[in-house]
C-alpha cells in the first residue's frame, strides 16, 4: 500500500501499517527470524562544543539507590574537564520536574540527568513547562535506573562514556509527545496534567506489569518479568476507544505500546521499527488475546523483539494519538505510572537535542 511522509495512507484515511523485515541471518526461535531494526537516528550529527557549565539533576533512589554514587562520578570527571557543576537532589517523586522548572540557562550551559527514563520524563517536562525555546539547551543522560532504556538506545556504557559524550559537546535531536492525560491512577484521579515522554507511554497490560512489579523493587530487574506473568495470569478485559490521526478504532485490547525508543522496561525490544528523531512515534497494539496467545507474545518479545511477527500484534505510525475508555485506567509514561485515561499525545518533531 502506498503512504505519505507522515504515515497516512495514500488509499485511505486508515493510518499507515508498520511491515518488519525477518533478520534471515538469524536463528529462528519461536517459529520467526528476529526482525531488523530501524537504525536509530535518521539525522545528523550536530557538533557542539563542551558546555561551560553542567546543572546535575539527581533521583538518588534510581536503580538501587545508587544515584547519588553515580552522580559522585559524574561530576569528579566533568569538574577535570573543567566544567563547572551544579547539583540539585530529588527528594520525591515529581521534585525533578519542580526543579527543572526553576532553572534559568546560558545557551553554553546544559542539564545532565542522572536517573533512568522516569527521571529524564520528569526534567524535560519540566524544563518544557517554563522553555518557550529548547533549540540550544543540550540534555545529558548519567544512567542509574533499573531498565536504562533510553541508555540503550543511545548505547551509553557507562558513566565514564555518558560524561565523555557531554565533554565531547556533539548531539542529536530527538523527537518527544506532549501527553495530556488526569493525574493519578483510577480510583484517586484528579485534574488534568501535562507530561513529556521521550521514550513510551504504555496502557493496557503492560501498566498492570509495572503497578505490580512497583510492589517488588527489591527484586531489581527481574520485578518486570514477574508482574508481566502476573498481569497475563489476571488477563483483565480492556475496551477502549483509540484514535490515530484521526482514524478511529474501537474494540477490545490487550496493550498499548507507544514508544519513541525501541526498547522499554528492562530494555526489552518492544519497537525494533522506532527511531528517535524521525517526527512520529511508533505504537504496537497487541489484540484482545487468550492467556495461551499472550505468553506466546511475551515469549517472542523476550526472543529479540520477534512479537512483532505474532498474528494478533500490529503495529502503526503516528503524529496525534487519543485513547478514551468508559471508565478510567492507567497510563505509565517512561517507565511510571503517573495518571489515567483519557489521554491525548502530539508528537514534537526535534523538540530537544541530546548529547550523542
Not at 485511505?12 to 536509530?40: A, C, N, Q
Not at 477490545?252 to 528517535?276: E, H, I, M, R
Not at 500490529?314 to 468508559?326: A, D, G, W
Request: overall charge neutral.
Amino acid at each position: 500500500m502506498a503512504s505519505t511522509d507522515d504515515g497516512t495512507s495514500k488509499d485511505s484515511k486508515s493510518p499507515l501499517e508498520i511491515s518488519f523485515h525477518p533478520d534471515k541471518d538469524s536463528k529462528k526461535r519461536k517459529g520467526v527470524h528476529r526482525p531488523m531494526p530501524t537504525k536509530v537516528f535518521t539525522k545528523m550529527v550536530i557538533e557542539g562544543n563542551k558546555p561551560s557549565k553542567v546543572i546535575l539533576l539527581i533521583n538518588p533512589y534510581s536503580g538501587k539507590k545508587k544515584g547519588l554514587k553515580v552522580a559522585e562520578e559524574a561530576k569528579q570527571l566533568l569538574e577535570k574537564s573543567e566544567i563547572i557543576v551544579e547539583m540539585h537532589v530529588s527528594q520525591y517523586s515529581g521534585h525533578l520536574i519542580e526543579i527543572a522548572t526553576s532553572l534559568e540557562l546560558k545557551s553554553e550551559e546544559a542539564i545532565a540527568v542522572v536517573g533512568g527514563d522516569g527521571s529524564l520524563s520528569e526534567a524535560i517536562t519540566g524544563w518544557m513547562k517554563q522553555s518557550n525555546d529548547n533549540s540550544n539547551i543540550r540534555f545529558g543522560l548519567i544512567p542509574a535506573g533499573t531498565g536504562n532504556s533510553q541508555a540503550n538506545d543511545l548505547a551509553i556504557k557507562s558513566t565514564e562514556d555518558a560524561v565523555a559524550r557531554i565533554i565531547n559537546g556533539n548531539s542529536q535531536s530527538i523527537d518527544i509527545a506532549k501527553v495530556e492525560l488526569t493525574e493519578g491512577l483510577p480510583g484517586n484521579t484528579k485534574g488534568e496534567i501535562t507530561r513529556y515522554s521521550h521514550n513510551l507511554v504504555t496502557w493496557g497490560l503492560g501498566v498492570d506489569s509495572t503497578i505490580k512489579a512497583e510492589k517488588m523493587r527489591w527484586m531489581g530487574s527481574i520485578r518486570y518479568d514477574v508482574g508481566i506473568l502476573m498481569a497475563i495470569m489476571a488477563n483483565n478485559r480492556r475496551h477502549a476507544s483509540l484514535y490515530l490521526d484521526g482514524h478511529k478504532m474501537e474494540d477490545d485490547y490487550t496493550l498499548f505500546l507507544v514508544q519513541n525508543s525501541q526498547t522499554g522496561g528492562a530494555q526489552l525490544p518492544l519497537a525494533p521499527g522506532a527511531c528517535l528523531d524521525d517526527g512520529l512515534m511508533d505504537i504496537g497494539i497487541l489484540k484482545k488475546m487468550t492467556r495461551r496467545d499472550i505468553l506466546k507474545a511475551f515469549g517472542m518479545l523476550k526472543k529479540e523483539g520477534r512479537h512483532v511477527f505474532h498474528p494478533r500484534v500490529v503495529y502503526h505510525r503516528f503524529k496525534q494519538l487519543k485513547i478514551e475508555t468508559s471508565e478510567p485506567t492507567a497510563i505509565n509514561i517512561d517507565g511510571e505510572n503517573v495518571g489515567s485515561t483519557p489521554i491525548n499525545m502530539q508528537v514534537l518533531p526535534s523538540e530537544l537535542k541530546i548529547f550523542h
